[in-house]
T-cell receptor
Framework: NAGVTQTPKFRVLKTGQSMTLLCAQD?????MYWYRQDPGMGLRLIHY???????AKGEVPDGYNVSRLKKQNFLLGLESAAPSQTSVYFC??????????FGPGTRLTVT | TQLLEQSPQFLSIQEGENLTVYCNSS?????LQWYRQEPGEGPVLLVT?????EVKKLKRLTFQFGDARKDSSLHITAAQPGDTGLYLC?????????FGTGTSLTVIP
């Protein structure tokens, strides 16, 4: 099993450009999450999904959109990137509310 | 909104020493997890505590959930260089997890 994978690993965008981050899990988990990690801030939840076809806002959803068309995939979109979105993005999945399995992260820089 | 406060933020100790990391909140959580994160990698789950007052041991690591389910502590006995990393606590409320700011631990050989 690959666990949780994220694509791409690194990306540099110019302000105003758009992009999509892909998260895939092969553990048949119902729950999936997108976080951003910034120095001194810990991980903050952007959006999450409790099952295929569902999405919900987390703590810091502004400027991001998500989709969960297939159970194994959770996409995070930035429609118009801003320098404030420079961060490391982590995807996680779980089968219950008692644990999360994280991917390796995507380091995004917006210039 | 930072629901969980961790202390200390940084900790540098000698190999063989003991240490305790604290995770505090004014909110009640249905469960609380502890993760360890290495540079350039995602967090890895160490333990989940669910019941108020619960104590779990994982080799030299002891985790405790407060009676009121608002706080937790992680105690490491006889720290080793392999314990070096960023320790994160996370509380679950509804379908969401709230992470603490993290404790960066360095164990010097």
């Amino acid at each position: 099993n690959a666990g949780v994978t994220q694509t791409p690993k690194f990306r540099v965008l110019k302000t105003g450009q758009s992009m999509t981050l892909l998260c895939a899990q092969d553990m048949n988990h119902e729950y999936m999450y997108w976080y951003r990690q910034d120095p001194g801030m810990g991980l903050r939840l952007i959006h999450y999904s409790v099952g295929e076809g569902t999405t919900a806002k987390g703590e810091v959803p502004d400027g991001y959109n998500v989709s969960r068309l297939k159970k194994q995939n959770f996409l995070l979109g930035l429609e118009s990137a801003a320098p404030s979105q420079t961060s490391v993005y982590f995807c996680a999945s779980s089968y219950s509310k008692y644990e999360q399995y994280f991917g390796p992260g995507t380091r995004l820089t917006v210039t | 909104t930072q629901l969980l406060e961790q202390s200390p933020q940084f900790l540098s100790i000698q190999e063989g020493e003991n240490l305790t990391v604290y995770c505090n909140s004014s909110s009640v959580f249905s469960s609380l997890q502890w993760y360890r994160q290495e540079p350039g990698e995602g967090p890895v789950l160490l333990v989940t505590v669910v019941t108020g007052g619960e104590v779990k041991k994982l080799k030299r690591l002891t985790f405790q959930f407060g009676d009121a389910r608002k706080d937790s502590s992680l105690h490491i006995t006889a720290a080793q260089p392999g314990d070096t990393g960023l320790y994160l606590c996370a509380g679950a409320t509804g379908n969401q997890f709230y992470f603490g700011t993290g404790t960066s631990l360095t164990v010097i050989p």
